[in-house]
C-alpha cells in the first residue's frame, strides 16, 4: 500500500491518494488534497485562509504556522456586519464579517514551504486536479449541499459572493478560482503575496501590500502530552487548540468521564473559530502530515476576478484582541495531532468544527486509545459537546443530567478526519460522516 488519507470530501481524499499512488510523500498529498479542497470545500478552507501543518518524517515532528495574521490598518468593531448560522433550527452560532474582518491569509506560504522541504512531486502537478475541478465543475454533495444552505447568509451577503455561490444547481465550478489556481501553480506562490494577486487582494479589502510581503510561516515545535501509554503531539501556543486537548486527556487519566473533562477544557478555554476542514495523511514510507485550515466561517468576500473567498478571522473579537501587534498571529482552537506509542506513528487526528473540534479530537482519541476502537468506529461513534453549562449529545452518545438532545449526527460535532498504523503495520482511514468526509 503507498498510504492512506483522511479528508473532508471525498474528492479531497481522491486527489491525495492518487499522489499517494503516484508515489509522493504524505506532504505531497496532503497539498494535493488541499488544493482541491479550496474548491470543493471553498465555504471553508482556501488561499485567503490560515492554516496548520503537523508533519513526521525521519523521526522528527514539526509543526508548521501559517495561521492568519493581524494587519497593519486599524479595525474598529463597528465596521463588523453580524450574521447567524442556524444549524438544526434549533441552535445558532452568530459570526462577525466582512471586509473588516479579513486578517493576513497564509495557507498558501505555508503549502509552498512545506513542499520545499517535504515534497516530492513538480509543485505545479500537484495543482492538477483542483484546476480540473475548478475549471470544468463537480457535483455537489449532500452534506457541501447542507454546508452551502446554513452558511447562506455569509456566502452572499456580499456582490461577489453571491456570484460565486448565489445560482447553485446540482454541479458547481469556479472558473476564474481555477485562474487563480493555474497562477500560482505556474508562478508560485509569490503573485498572492508580492505580485498581481496580492494588488488584487489589497485593492478590494483593508490590508496593505506591506501585510502579505511581510509575513512569513514560523515553525513551532509541537506541543506534547502523555496518556496511557501513548504521546500525543498537537500544535502549540500561541493557538490553544492542543493545550486544551491535553487538558481533556489528562482529566480522563484521572479517572473523569468525557463530559467532566470537557468541563476541564472548558474551564481553561480562549475564543474559536469557524469553519475548518482537515486532512490526515500517511505515505508508504510511514512518513505523516496532518493540516487543519480555516477561513473562519468564511468572509463572504470573494477578490473580483480572483475567486478568492476571504477568512473573517478578526471578527473573532478575543482571537484578535489577544494579538494586537500588526503581523501577529491570532490564537485558534486548530489542532492537527499525531499520537505516537513507543514513539512510532499509530494516530493522524484532526477535526473541523469551530470550538467544538477540540472535543471531537479528544473523543476520537480516547476511542482509539482508551476504548480500543478501530479508526471507523472512533470516528462513527456518537458524541457530546460541553459549552457554557450546557451538554449536547448526538443520539447513542453516554450523557447524564440536563441535555440538549440532537435527533440525528451534524457537523456541528465536529467533522474528524483520521488515518490509524494498525499494530501489524496496515493502515486505516476514516473520514467523518457528520461533513461528507471519506478515507
Known amino acids: 500500500m503507498r498510504g492512506a488519507i483522511a479528508a473532508g470530501h471525498p474528492l479531497t481524499a481522491e486527489a491525495g491518494q492518487a499522489?499517494?499512488?503516484?508515489?509522493?510523500?504524505?506532504?505531497?498529498?496532503?497539498?494535493?488534497?488541499?488544493?482541491?479542497?479550496?474548491?470543493?470545500?471553498?465555504?471553508?478552507?482556501?488561499?485567503?485562509?490560515?492554516?496548520?501543518?503537523?508533519?513526521?518524517?525521519?523521526?522528527?515532528?514539526?509543526?508548521?504556522?501559517?495561521?492568519?495574521?493581524?494587519?497593519?490598518?486599524?479595525?474598529?468593531?463597528?465596521?463588523?456586519?453580524?450574521?447567524?448560522?442556524?444549524?438544526?433550527?434549533?441552535?445558532?452560532?452568530?459570526?462577525?464579517?466582512?471586509?473588516?474582518?479579513?486578517?493576513?491569509?497564509?495557507?498558501?506560504?505555508?503549502?509552498?514551504?512545506?513542499?520545499?522541504r517535504w515534497g516530492r512531486m513538480a509543485w505545479a502537478e500537484l495543482f492538477e486536479s483542483a484546476v480540473a475541478l475548478a475549471r470544468d465543475g463537480f457535483e455537489?454533495?449532500?452534506?457541501?449541499?447542507?454546508?452551502?444552505?446554513?452558511?447562506?447568509?455569509?456566502?452572499?451577503?456580499?456582490?461577489?459572493?453571491?456570484?460565486?455561490?448565489?445560482?447553485?444547481?446540482?454541479?458547481?465550478?469556479?472558473?476564474?478560482?481555477?485562474?487563480?489556481?493555474?497562477?500560482?501553480?505556474?508562478?508560485?506562490?509569490?503573485?498572492?503575496?508580492?505580485?498581481?494577486?496580492?494588488?488584487?487582494?489589497?485593492?478590494?479589502?483593508?490590508?496593505?501590500l506591506e501585510d502579505l510581503a511581510a509575513y512569513e510561516v514560523i515553525e513551532r515545535n509541537p506541543f506534547s502530552v502523555f496518556y496511557r501509554g501513548h504521546e500525543l503531539r498537537t500544535n502549540p501556543p500561541p493557538s490553544s487548540g492542543g493545550r486544551l486537548i491535553a487538558v481533556g486527556l489528562e482529566a480522563l487519566d484521572r479517572g473523569a468521564s468525557v463530559v467532566e473533562a470537557m468541563q476541564a477544557m472548558e474551564a481553561a478555554r480562549g475564543a474559536g473559530v469557524g469553519g475548518t476542514t482537515h486532512i490526515s495523511v500517511v505515505d508508504g514510507g510511514g512518513n505523516v502530515a496532518s493540516l487543519s485550515s480555516s477561513l473562519g466561517s468564511g468572509s463572504g468576500v470573494v477578490v473580483p476576478g480572483t475567486g478568492i473567498h476571504l477568512n473573517n478571522m478578526l471578527g473573532e473579537t478575543d482571537l484578535a484582541a489577544a494579538a494586537a501587534e500588526p503581523g501577529e498571529r491570532l490564537t485558534s482552537m486548530m489542532a492537527p495531532s499525531l499520537v505516537?506509542?513507543?514513539?512510532?506513528?499509530?494516530?493522524?487526528?484532526?477535526s473541523a468544527g469551530s470550538n467544538r473540534l477540540r472535543g471531537a479530537i479528544l473523543q476520537v482519541v480516547e476511542n482509539v486509545v482508551g476504548r480500543g476502537l478501530g479508526?471507523?468506529?472512533?470516528?462513527?461513534?456518537?458524541?457530546?459537546?460541553?459549552?457554557?453549562?450546557?451538554?449536547?449529545?448526538?443520539?447513542?452518545?453516554?450523557?447524564?443530567?440536563?441535555?440538549?438532545?440532537?435527533?440525528?449526527?451534524?457537523?456541528?460535532?465536529?467533522?474528524?478526519?483520521?488515518?490509524?498504523?494498525?499494530?501489524?503495520?496496515?493502515l486505516a482511514a476514516a473520514g467523518d460522516p457528520r461533513r461528507g468526509g471519506a478515507p
Open 340 to 350: 505516537l506509542r513507543d514513539g512510532v506513528p499509530r494516530l493522524v487526528v484532526g
Open 375 to 426: 479508526v471507523r468506529e472512533a470516528v462513527d461513534a456518537p458524541r457530546v459537546h460541553y459549552e457554557a453549562g450546557e451538554t449536547h449529545a448526538e443520539p447513542g452518545a453516554d450523557a447524564e443530567g440536563e441535555v440538549v438532545r440532537w435527533r440525528e449526527r451534524n457537523l456541528f460535532f465536529g467533522g474528524v478526519s483520521a488515518v490509524e498504523i494498525c499494530a501489524d503495520g496496515t
Open 140 to 208: 455537489v454533495t449532500p452534506a457541501a449541499r447542507y454546508l452551502l444552505d446554513i452558511l447562506d447568509p455569509l456566502l452572499r451577503h456580499s456582490p461577489e459572493g453571491d456570484a460565486m455561490y448565489g445560482a447553485r444547481g446540482e454541479r458547481l465550478a469556479f472558473p476564474e478560482l481555477a485562474t487563480t489556481l493555474e497562477t500560482l501553480a505556474g508562478d508560485g506562490v509569490e503573485s498572492l503575496y508580492r505580485g498581481e494577486l496580492a494588488r488584487a487582494v489589497c485593492a478590494h479589502v483593508p490590508l496593505m
Open 19 to 116: 499522489v499517494l499512488d503516484a508515489g509522493g510523500t504524505a506532504v505531497d498529498a496532503c497539498i494535493a488534497a488541499a488544493l482541491v479542497s479550496w474548491v470543493v470545500e471553498s465555504p471553508l478552507t482556501g488561499p485567503g485562509g490560515g492554516g496548520f501543518m503537523l508533519t513526521h518524517f525521519g523521526g522528527r515532528t514539526t509543526l508548521l504556522d501559517f495561521f492568519v495574521a493581524v494587519p497593519r490598518a486599524p479595525r474598529g468593531r463597528e465596521e463588523l456586519l453580524a450574521l447567524a448560522v442556524d444549524f438544526d433550527g434549533d441552535t445558532q452560532q452568530v459570526f462577525h464579517t466582512g471586509p473588516a474582518a479579513v486578517a493576513v491569509p497564509g495557507t498558501s506560504l505555508g503549502l509552498s514551504v512545506a513542499h520545499a
